[in-house]
């Protein structure tokens, strides 16, 4: 993660594999995620030189214990696809992120096909139930704005594999 630096709020750390990425311009991260298991992951990716982690088991929707305007960045990486109530998770990292800082994503979310998107609505229901709450179907850009971002570069773009699953946002954005 080249972009970020300083204190990091990666919601949804999962199981860590962003870890190694982060450059040395990262001195700590809050490591968000609700899941005890993934997180115990994580922690095994913790090395002697990455920076400092601290894991907040919770979910991102939820008051985080950080002080309002005290992080530089806030990292997703395909987490607002499954966090229940996105644009209440992104009030709050805007709360915390500091007024210069950014918030950097890639996601998947609604196609602009609509053959694809009528697919994705079509098995978003099931993929719910099997994928830890993953909607394929959520217009990222329209919940990163509404939540009170201005979207300063975004790409979109379909990755390899089935359309439905392979739409992507991906962006850097800052408190409007």
């Not at 999962?14 to 040395?24: D, I, K, Q, R, T």
């Not at 990716?45 to 982690?53: A, E, I």
């Not at 994503?105 to 099997?130: C, L, M, N, Y």
Request: charged share 20%; proline share 7%.
């Amino acid at each position: 993660m080249d972009s970020s630096r300083g204190k990091v709020l990666e919601a949804g750390i999962g199981s860590g594999l962003n870890l190694p990425y982060y450059s040395p311009e990262v001195r700590h991260v809050f490591g968000v995620d609700p899941s005890h298991e993934l997180q115990r992951i994580a922690r095994g990716r913790v090395t002697s030189g990455s920076p400092t982690v601290e894991f907040l088991c919770q979910s991102a929707e939820d008051p985080l214990p950080l002080a309002d305007s005290s992080v530089d960045t806030v990292v997703l990486t395909w987490t607002l696809c499954s966090i229940p109530n996105a644009p209440r998770a992104l009030e709050e990292m805007k709360r915390v992120l500091k007024a210069e800082g950014w918030l950097i994503f890639i996601e998947h979310g609604r196609a602009p096909d609509a053959g694809v998107s009528t697919w994705q609505d079509r098995f978003t229901p099931v993929w719910k139930r099997v994928t830890g709450g993953c909607h394929l179907n959520r217009k990222i850009d329209e919940i990163v704005t509404a939540a009170g971002f201005q979207i300063t570069e975004l790409t979109k773009s379909y990755l390899p594999g089935p359309r439905p699953m392979t739409y992507t946002y991906q962006g850097f954005a800052q408190v409007k």
